[in-house]
């Protein structure tokens, strides 16, 4: 059981805004900056979102991410179908003094 | 752009141990927090550990028994040893370099496939 809590399936039409949370403690999102990454099948996961709403060099900014209190959501407009993969959040936890990952979230485009 | 490269034994008999290196170019050893992580098949994301260039570390509590992280700051590259492994630790690895609260984008290493299988 992972220590952050996603939603473990998401789905939308081209063209739609989705978004995925990620629900966590007062001892990691309450206090740290939340990473959101994509893994595409048999690949490395991809930075999308660090620091809560900072995106990468190369990320579209239909790509955003928000965090309030002890959750995150990471936000996908215009939906597109290479956007059909698993998403994942993480955060340092300083209670488990480790980085913590969310269960992941795979989205299906329809 | 920091780039990294994992290397090591695909196939580890059970009981015995799982070494990796990750080999770091194009950036500082000494900027980011070196870190392990695994997936096992089909499965989600596991944090294993991190050194600081320093030396300093701190590992999974669940694996902290097991795991030792070391840095070579000589050859830009750091090091994963995982003792007494089963067949539950067979997954993909990656390495990855993390800076100081996350303030800035993390790297990751394309990962690499162990079995642990006799």
């Known amino acids: 059981q992972s220590v952050l809590t996603q939603p473990p399936s998401a789905s939308g039409t081209p063209g739609q805004r989705v978004t995925i949370s990620c629900s966590g403690s007062?001892?990691?999102?309450?206090?740290?900056?939340v990473n959101w990454y994509q893994q595409l099948p048999g690949t490395a996961p991809k930075l999308l979102i660090y620091?809560?709403?900072q995106r990468p060099s190369g990320v579209p900014d239909r790509i955003s991410g928000s965090k309030s209190g002890t959750s995150a959501s990471l936000a996908i407009s215009g939906l597109q179908s290479e956007d059909e993969a698993d998403y994942y959040c993480s955060v340092w936890d300083d209670s488990l003094n480790g980085r913590v990952f969310g269960g992941g979230t795979k989205l299906t485009v329809l | 752009q920091v780039q990294l490269q994992e290397s090591g034994p695909g196939l580890v008999k059970p009981s015995e141990t799982l070494s990796l290196t990750c080999i770091v170019s194009g950036g500082s050893i000494s900027s980011y927090y070196w870190t392990w992580i695994r997936q096992p098949p089909g499965k989600g994301l596991e944090w294993i550990g991190y050194?600081?260039?320093?030396?300093?570390?701190s590992y999974n509590p669940s694996l902290k028994s097991r795991v030792t992280i070391s840095v070579d700051t000589s050859k830009n590259q750091f090091s994963l040893k995982l003792n007494s492994v089963t067949a539950a630790d067979t997954a993909v690895y990656f390495c990855?370099?993390?800076?100081?609260?996350?303030?800035?984008?993390?790297?990751w290493g394309q990962g690499t496939l162990v079995t642990v299988s006799s």
């Open positions: 050194i600081y260039y320093s030396g300093s570390t």
């Open positions: 620091s809560n709403n």
């Open positions: 007062s001892s990691n999102i309450g206090r740290n900056g």
């Open positions: 990855a370099g993390f800076c100081s609260g996350g303030s800035c984008p993390d790297h």
